[in-house]
């Protein structure tokens, strides 16, 4: 690992060195290293570019690592990862992508990440995206999550994209069994004529399902945020859809939730918020002594934490 891989862990993965447990690092298309142990199985897929990553059944207290770095300009990067989590497990997963492109031409990672969750497993999953370099090559990256809870599963799903990522395009579904839960969490910033769409699908099949998804996002400068989750009851539960954006600059953000219930029993909300940030709230920080753009940046930080 050279001085450019190690930052771009530590800002995906909070990696700084080899972690602990059980990992899988792809760099330039290619695995670089990995680690299985006894409760958590990592294999090369043999049918397309990705891995299986298997969970034993009771594994508890365990941590997967599955980053992926680009540091070649021009690379377009796919990936398959599949994940199988046995019964009663209760595990966190990080993963990330980080793109260091100096050259001119487009460097691209498209992942497609599908969990299957076993009954009453819990899983933490938290996806990083930063891109960096002094190229003028566009950094592109467009993640997919698809994830199955059965009966009694949960899943938080935490997505993040830090900065410097010119154009994605994001897609995350999720279909819950009976008392399943999921809380998937989205924060997005982006600046100069970046592109940010996100479209998502939480399907709420089974009897006491439970879903809250959380979108917040900063618009900066000339960049465009299309946002569209969707949440459907097909049963009865409850599901909650919060959008919220902070516009600045020339940015342009839409939001358009939607909600569908299937049952009569499904309850179902969405809210959707867009503005810019209140001047009142810039004075108050400024009063204790911090410039104009350190309170903007302030309130920025609190914001998408």
Known sequence: M????????????????????????????????RRSTETIEISTKQDK?????????????????????????????????????????DVDIIAGCGIHNDGCDTTQ???????????????RYTEKHYGEGEGSGKRVMNPHTI?????????????????????????????????????????LLTHAEQFAESKMDVIMKGEGARTQVISRSVAQDQSVQ???????????????????????????????????????DAQLIHEAAIGKIAGDQILKLMTLGLTEEEAEQKILDGFLR
């Open 147 to 187: 994830v199955y809870l059965e009966e009694g599963a949960s899943i938080q799903l935490e997505t993040v994209q830090i900065k410097g990522v010119d154009h994605t395009k994001r897609y995350t579904k999720v279909e819950m069994g009976a008392n399943a839960e999921a809380v998937v969490t989205e924060r």
């Open 49 to 89: 570019p990705g891995i299986d990553i298997r969970v034993k059944a009771g594994t508890k207290g365990q941590d997967v690592h599955i980053p992926v770095l680009l540091t070649q300009s021009g690379l377009t990067d796919l990936v398959y990862n599949d994940f199988f989590i046995g019964e009663d497990c």
């Open 2 to 33: 050279n001085q450019t891989d190690t930052e771009l862990l530590r800002q995906i993965a909070d990696m700084d060195g080899v972690p602990q447990g059980a990992y899988n690092i792809r760099k330039d298309g290619a695995l670089d290293s």
């Open 109 to 123: 990672h498209d992942g497609v990440h599908t969990f299957y969750v076993g009954k009453n497993s819990k899983v």
């Open 226 to 264: 299309v946002f569209y989750p969707q949440v459907v009851g097909d049963a009865p539960c409850f599901g909650h859809v919060q959008c919220d954006s902070i516009i600045m600059g020339q940015a342009k953000v839409s939001s358009i939730p939607a909600i569908t219930a299937n049952h009569m």
